[in-house]
């Protein structure tokens, strides 16, 4: 049975790979075809050459800081080992197996020294930014993840090195917790765009990207060596003219009308933001 399923799963994982293939070299070669630049710029120099929306006012945004972000489910403190690393140790080992993993470019850890050791030098990064993701409820570390690839001068920041434990897959702390990062890097910093990259072999990140409202730009190719093995990496981003119907999705579905008495939702997040300024929770 569960053969049958991951068989299935994984036909349909390749069909949508070779399509976003083909969709990333339609895009590419589209944007290339002089006519469609011309139809596509919203602004012409003194030259006819089409150009960018003119931006003014715009200045570099600040950089992120090492602050407390406080949700519902959950709060984001900054990473500090010696305060986390056990409790994330305890949180990791719940998959015993190791294949939460694959897709990582370190780990798994064969113990807790090693991972403490790992937590160190995450916490002392300034570029990538660690957050630990608390549980409010237990008040207990089961994840982490980061802002990188900070560029302050245009604006643009990627959210990444996203582990999750078993504690907190599935959810309401895995939305929350990626909704409090993209509202702070929106609403309180001003950046103009939100990265989410990963290995275009890894379907569930895929999915949860598409998930959380990210828009799929393509496929960089061989773009990265990592544990010994090509790394062709998909591309999505978020930029900050989507945000607003991208967080009342998100404020919805986070609202405690959209669970029932199991903890389980009653309209899906694409839903919620596909609705639109009409409420859609019943």
Same mark, same amino acid.
């Given at each position: 049975?569960?053969?049958?399923?991951?068989?299935? *799963?994984?036909?349909?994982?390749?069909?949508? *790979?070779?399509?976003?293939?083909?969709?990333?070299?339609?895009?590419?070669?589209?944007?290339?075809?002089?006519?469609?630049?011309?139809?596509?710029?919203?602004?012409?120099?003194?030259?006819?050459?089409?150009?960018?929306?003119?931006?003014?006012?715009?200045? /570099?945004?600040?950089?992120?800081?090492?602050?407390?972000?406080?949700?519902?489910?959950?709060?984001?403190? /900054?990473?500090?080992?010696?305060?986390?690393?056990?409790?994330?140790?305890?949180?990791?080992?719940?998959?015993?197996?190791?294949?939460?993993?694959?897709?990582?470019?370190?780990?798994?850890?064969?113990?807790?020294?090693?991972?403490?050791?790992?937590?160190?030098?995450?916490?002392?990064?300034?570029?990538?930014?660690?957050?630990?993701?608390?549980?409010?409820?237990?008040?207990?570390?089961?994840?982490?993840?980061?802002?990188?690839?900070?560029?302050?001068?245009?604006?643009?920041?990627?959210?990444?090195?996203?582990?999750?434990?078993?504690?907190?897959?599935?959810?309401?702390?895995?939305?929350?917790?990626?909704?409090?990062?993209?509202?702070?890097?929106?609403?309180?910093?001003?950046?103009? @765009?939100?990265?989410?990259?990963?290995?275009?072999?890894?379907?569930?990140?895929?999915?949860?990207?598409?998930?959380?409202?990210?828009?799929?730009?393509?496929?960089?190719?061989?773009?990265?060596?990592?544990?010994? @093995?090509?790394?062709?990496?998909?591309?999505?981003?978020?930029?900050?003219?989507? *945000?607003?119907?991208?967080?009342?999705?998100?404020?919805?579905?986070?609202?405690?009308?959209?669970?029932?008495?199991?903890?389980?939702?009653?309209?899906?997040?694409?839903?919620?933001?596909?609705?639109?300024?009409?409420?859609?929770?019943?």
């Amino acid at each position: 049975m569960h053969e049958s399923i991951g068989h299935t *799963w994984h036909l349909k994982f390749i069909l949508i *790979w070779h399509f976003s293939q083909c969709h990333a070299q339609f895009t590419v070669q589209s944007v290339c075809n002089p006519k469609d630049l011309f139809r596509m710029a919203s602004t012409l120099n003194a030259y006819q050459q089409p150009v960018g929306s003119p931006l003014p006012g715009w200045s /570099p945004r600040p950089r992120p800081a090492r602050d407390t972000i406080e949700g519902r489910y959950c709060r984001l403190e /900054p990473l500090d080992a010696a305060r986390h690393a056990a409790q994330l140790h305890a949180a990791y080992a719940k998959d015993s197996g190791g294949r939460n993993w694959t897709y990582m470019t370190v780990g798994p850890f064969a113990d807790e020294a090693s991972y403490r050791a790992h937590c160190e030098q995450a916490a002392a990064s300034t570029d990538p930014l660690h957050f630990t993701v608390i549980d409010q409820r237990t008040d207990k570390a089961v994840g982490t993840l980061a802002l990188m690839r900070i560029d302050p001068a245009n604006g643009v920041v990627e959210v990444g090195h996203v582990t999750f434990s078993p504690l907190l897959q599935r959810t309401p702390i895995s939305t929350e917790a990626q909704y409090l990062l993209m509202k702070y890097v929106f609403a309180d910093l001003g950046y103009r @765009r939100y990265e989410w990259k990963c290995d275009s072999l890894n379907g569930p990140s895929r999915q949860a990207a598409a998930r959380l409202g990210f828009t799929f730009e393509g496929i960089f190719r061989q773009a990265i060596v990592y544990k010994g @093995r090509n790394r062709d990496t998909a591309w999505f981003s978020i930029v900050d003219s989507e *945000w607003p119907t991208i967080k009342t999705g998100f404020e919805r579905w986070l609202a405690a009308a959209n669970f029932d008495a199991q903890g389980v939702q009653r309209v899906s997040l694409t839903q919620l933001r596909a609705a639109g300024p009409v409420a859609a929770l019943a």
